[in-house]
């Protein structure tokens, strides 16, 4: 799996936009972009992922550059319960068994 | 549906003791993990199961065992515990299909501490 790099902390205001950047320069054309969020003490949870397309469902929208070596995750009007850990996966699709491995992750701090 | 779930939340266990992590999912998905979390770290992958029956080893498999004699459940078991057993376990599924090997839905934890 392509390796990830995220920023270690960013810091958000109640009810902006924010967007979590990930590179993954080394990505394979099998690849997708997953998006994890795990807020303090909790399970991780899934937020959204993609190949090329942008994409979009209820929690946030996923750009991926045209070349795909970077990502960005967007939650569109971030709420103080978005403060959490975000986790950028690169993981390639098919019927692997689908270890996940999470990095260090950005912590988003959303403040009033 | 209730998802992914997972008792006991809390447990304190003496060194040599042995206990049984329970998960339980209801949405008929084929692939179980199991995952622990120390302090300030991420996701080590300990166990997965690809089926009823069929279950192999992750990164950390040592001190622990998993049997899948069903399609909902996928139980831990700690034998001999250890204070580097302490840490935050966290079951997972996920659907079989090539676009969702990376959409796992966790449970959320069992908080484990050997004294």
Redesign the interface.
Known sequence: DAKTTQPPSMDCAEGRAANLPCNHSTISGNE?V?WYRQIH??????II?G?KNNETNEMASLIITEDRKSSTLILPHATLRDTAVYYC?V???????????????TILTVHP | NAG?TQTPKFRILKIGQSMTLQCTQDMNHN?M?WYRQDPGM??K?IY?S?GAGIT?K??VPNGYNVSRSTTEDFPLRLELAAPSQTS?Y?C?S?D?S??S?????????TRLLVL
Do not use: M, N
Request: glycine share 22%.
């Open positions: 997708y997953y003490s909790q399970g991780p949870q899934y992922h190949l996966i993981r390639a699709g098919g019927t692997s068994y689908g270890k996940l491995t999470f990095g260090q992750g | 992914v692939y993990y991420g996701l992958l997965y690809v192999d992750g990164e935050v966290f997972a996920r079989f090539g676009a090997v990376g959409t796992q839905y966790f449970g959320p934890g």
